[in-house]
T-cell receptor, first 115, second 112 residues
Framework: GESVGLHLPTLSVQEGDNSIINCAYSNSASDYFIWYKQESGKGPQFIIDIRSNMDKRQGQRVTVLLNKTVKHLSLQIAATQPGDSAVYFCAEYLYSGGGADGLTFGKGTHLIIQP | NAGVTQTPKFQVLKTGQSMTLQCAQDMNHNSMYWYRQDPGMGLRLIYYSASEGTTDKGEVPNGYNVSRLNKREFSLRLESAAPSQTSVYFC???????????FGEGSRLTVL
C-alpha cells in the first residue's frame, strides 16, 4: 500500500539554527498533509498543514513546503529552541470514497537540540 | 477545556485477558479514531468512526473491536489480549473526515 516516510530518523541541530525535516510520500493523489510534533510521553500535536493546491504555507517560526513533482514535504523551523526537541511526524490524507480513512503517518524524525 | 481524554493511562494485562480503553472528546467532533504507536512504526490506524453510528476498519484492526457509544465517546476493546498488542494507544478526533486530528495523551498497554 501507499506509505509516508521520512529521510532521517534523527536530526541534531544547534540551538538558534534553522531545522529542516524532510518527508517523502508515495501517493501522488494525496490531498492534504499535516506535520505533528510529539513530545515524550504525550500525544501528537498539530503544527501546520498544507493542501495539495498549495506549495508553501507559513506559521509562527514554521514553514511547510510541498513539492508535488517529486512528492516531497518539508518542515522548516526557524531559530530552533530547546522546546522544539521532539519527534516530528508528517501525515497525509487522501480524500476518496472508499478504503481506510484517517491520516497515514510516517515513522517520525527525532529532532535533538544541542546547546 | 479537556479536548480528548483517554482512560486508563497505563494498564498491564496477562495474555488472554480482556479490557476496554475509553475515549471521550468535548469538541463536538464528528469523527473519532484509534491509533497504535509502536517504536519505529509511527502511528497506525486501528479503527475509526466517521460519524456517530458508524465504525470502519483501519490498517490494523485484527484483535480489536470498537463502539461509538455516542458523539462524544469511542471505546476500543481487546477481547483476548496478546503480547503483540503491547503498544501505546492514541484516541483522536476531528471535526470533519480527514481534517486536523486532535489527540489524547495516550494509553500505555503492556500484555505479559
Amino acid at each position: 500500500g501507499e506509505s509516508v516516510g521520512l529521510h532521517l530518523p534523527t536530526l541534531s541541530v544547534q540551538e538558534g539554527d534553522n531545522s529542516i525535516i524532510n518527508c517523502a510520500y508515495s501517493n501522488s493523489a494525496s490531498d492534504y498533509f499535516i506535520w505533528y510534533k510529539q513530545e515524550s510521553g504525550k500525544g501528537p500535536q498539530f503544527i501546520i498543514d498544507i493542501r495539495s493546491n498549495m506549495d508553501k504555507r507559513q506559521g509562527q517560526r514554521v514553514t511547510v513546503l510541498l513539492n508535488k513533482t517529486v512528492k516531497h514535504l518539508s518542515l522548516q523551523i526557524a531559530a530552533t529552541q530547546p522546546g522544539d526537541s521532539a519527534v516530528y511526524f508528517c501525515a497525509e490524507y487522501l480524500y476518496s470514497g472508499g478504503g481506510a480513512d484517517g491520516l497515514t503517518f510516517g515513522k517520525g524524525t527525532h529532532l535533538i537540540i544541542q546547546p | 477545556n479537556a479536548g480528548v481524554t483517554q482512560t486508563p493511562k497505563f494498564q498491564v494485562l496477562k495474555t488472554g485477558q480482556s479490557m476496554t480503553l475509553q475515549c471521550a472528546q468535548d469538541m463536538n467532533h464528528n469523527s473519532m479514531y484509534w491509533y497504535r504507536q509502536d517504536p519505529g512504526m509511527g502511528l497506525r490506524l486501528i479503527y475509526y468512526s466517521a460519524s456517530e453510528g458508524t465504525t470502519d476498519k483501519g490498517e490494523v484492526p485484527n484483535g480489536y473491536n470498537v463502539s461509538r457509544l455516542n458523539k462524544r465517546e469511542f471505546s476500543l476493546r481487546l477481547e483476548s489480549a496478546a503480547p503483540s498488542q503491547t503498544s501505546v494507544y492514541f484516541c483522536a478526533s476531528s471535526a470533519i473526515r480527514g481534517g486536523e486530528l486532535f489527540f489524547g495523551e495516550g494509553s500505555r498497554l503492556t500484555v505479559l
